[in-house]
């Protein structure tokens, strides 16, 4: 693990130094849990790249927005200060390290992570292919922003998970949650993208590591 601007990064490299390349923004430093994960549900090869110290609410947020509830925290809206440090600094230093270029370079999160990595695909074209589970795909004006805007490019790949029990919330900031995951899954789909959305038993907080592994395996087949 090292620090870079602030960010606590570490790389857990294929075999090849060519394999893909796939970054996990993390919540609780799980970015080994998900790299186990995922051996167990695909033989392919890949690089982990998971980051952790993140100001969640803040770095995965594309623009501000108030607390879902009284008590948390707002989002402060700072993915595009996050996404400079990522492509500018992470991702050029983990390249570095690996010696080869990556057969591709993925992007993956869950919940605010799984958001900011749909969000990422506007705003930058180093990413070819996206898995966002349990996406908070709820964040107030995402679909218009999502139907509004020009892909900086297309992925390849493009996974969408939930919990069947997420949207049965009585939270009404949430409850959008699944209706807007698949009306934008197939926004998607319909361009010709490679997209899928798959949808677990449980809430939100259930299987996560288990459900972010089924979005990168998927993502690297």
């Given at each position: 693990?090292?620090?870079?601007?602030?960010?606590e990064v570490t790389?857990?490299?294929?075999?090849?130094?060519?394999?893909?390349?796939?970054?996990?923004?993390?919540?609780?430093?799980?970015?080994?849990?998900?790299?186990?994960?995922?051996?167990?549900?695909?033989?392919?090869?890949?690089?982990?790249?998971?980051?952790?110290?993140?100001?969640?609410?803040?770095d995965?947020?594309?623009?501000a927005?108030?607390?879902?509830?009284?008590?948390?925290?707002?989002?402060?809206?700072?993915?595009?200060?996050?996404?400079?440090?990522?492509?500018?600094?992470i991702l050029?230093?983990?390249l570095?390290?690996?010696?080869d270029?990556?057969?591709?370079?993925?992007?993956?999160?869950?919940?605010?992570?799984?958001?900011?990595?749909?969000?990422?695909?506007?705003?930058?074209?180093?990413?070819?292919?996206?898995?966002?589970?349990?996406?908070?795909?709820?964040?107030?004006?995402?679909p218009?922003?999502?139907?509004?805007?020009?892909?900086?490019?297309?992925p390849?790949r493009?996974y969408?998970?939930?919990?069947?029990?997420?949207?049965?919330?009585?939270?009404p900031?949430?409850?959008?949650?699944?209706k807007?995951?698949?009306?934008?899954?197939?926004?998607?789909?319909?361009?010709?993208?490679?997209?899928?959305?798959?949808?677990?038993?449980?809430?939100h907080?259930?299987?996560?590591?288990?459900?972010?592994?089924?979005?990168?395996?998927?993502?690297l087949?």
């Open positions: 693990m090292r620090v870079i601007r602030g960010k790389l857990y490299p294929g075999q090849s130094a060519s394999a893909p390349l796939v970054v996990v923004n993390t919540f609780e430093h799980e970015g080994e849990r998900i790299k186990d994960a995922v051996k167990t549900v695909t033989e392919k090869d890949f690089s982990l790249l998971a980051v952790a110290g993140l100001s969640w609410d803040d995965m947020s594309p623009w927005a108030p607390p879902t509830r009284p008590g948390d925290n707002p989002c402060a809206g700072k993915a595009d200060e996050y996404l400079d440090i990522l492509t500018g600094d050029p230093a983990a570095e390290t690996l010696g270029t990556p057969a591709w370079i993925g992007l993956s999160g869950y919940s605010l992570a799984g958001l900011f990595a749909v969000y990422a695909m506007y705003r930058t074209d180093l990413f070819a292919r996206i898995a966002s589970a349990s996406g908070s795909l709820w964040y107030p004006d995402f218009s922003y999502v139907y509004g805007h020009q892909l900086k490019r297309v390849d493009l969408f998970s939930l919990g069947d029990r997420e949207a049965k919330t009585g939270n900031y949430l409850q959008p949650v699944q807007n995951t698949e009306e934008i899954k197939e926004y998607f789909r319909q361009q010709g993208i490679h997209t899928i959305f798959e949808l677990n038993k449980g809430n907080f259930q299987r996560s590591t288990e459900r972010m592994a089924k979005g990168i395996a998927w993502i087949d």
